[in-house]
């Protein structure tokens, strides 16, 4: 009989192996940040084709993944230095050069060279934003108060508020509306609807971020019914409700910079009288 062999047992480690590299909790909200770099690419070779509101799409696609991404970052404790810069330069080519872009092909090339001014200066402004947001995260921590405001208009809103013409136009193919079509190609009417959204976005406006922003009790049931009427009317009506919220949204500034102020006179007036107790207490010991 031929003897048995005996089969060698191989050793198994007696730990897995370990990769080397980030959690897939960093990497998420760049891969979100990279498709929002991508739909604003593909926003400007939309423009390019003439499909204006395939290129508008794309934008607003790239507007609420750059919503998503920085939330999901913090949820999942993300946040990298790396991402935040990803983030703004992906937000430089979607919301700075994809609507500066669409909007002189769409009606400021008429223009020639002049035309191109209006464009880029609202790309400028655009970049400017964004590197006075990355460098104010490097600064001093600003007083409490001034958490819940942006400084200037961010970034996806101008770019909401630039295409508002275009919004127009693609509302006025829809209705039959010649007059308004013709004024929301005019290019003085986009020139100067660009060059004020430039100027708002560099501005020094406290802007309500929504971030820590509280609803009274009494408005919690106005809000949701009118968020229902809105998203009907968007399905029913997108350019106009898009075109109505770049209106509403500019309404609101005022408001913001009226609550900027009142936070800013109570907090002065909390620390005036902390100063006023510390004096006095001092006084009284000597």
Known sequence: MWPVRRRRRLKRPAHRPRYKGPSFNRVLPNVLTMLGLCAGLTGIRFSLDGQFDAAVIAIMVAAVIDGLDGRIARLLKGTSRFGAEFDSLADFLCFGVAPAFLLYLWSLHRLGGVGFIPSLMFAVCMALRLARFNAALDSAPAPKYTAGFFTGVPAPAGALVALFPIFLGLESRLVG??????LSHNPAVVALVLIGTALLLVSTLPVWSFKNFKVPAPAVLPILLGTGVYAAFMLAEPWAALALAG????????????????????????????DAETDETETTAA
Request: cysteine-free; hydrophobic content about 45%.
């Open 177 to 182: 509306m010649q007059w308004l079509d013709t």
């Open 247 to 274: 209106v509403i949204y500019v309404g609101m500034l005022p408001f913001s910079t009226r609550s900027f102020r009142r936070l800013r006179g109570e907090a002065e007036a909390m620390r005036m009288g902390e």
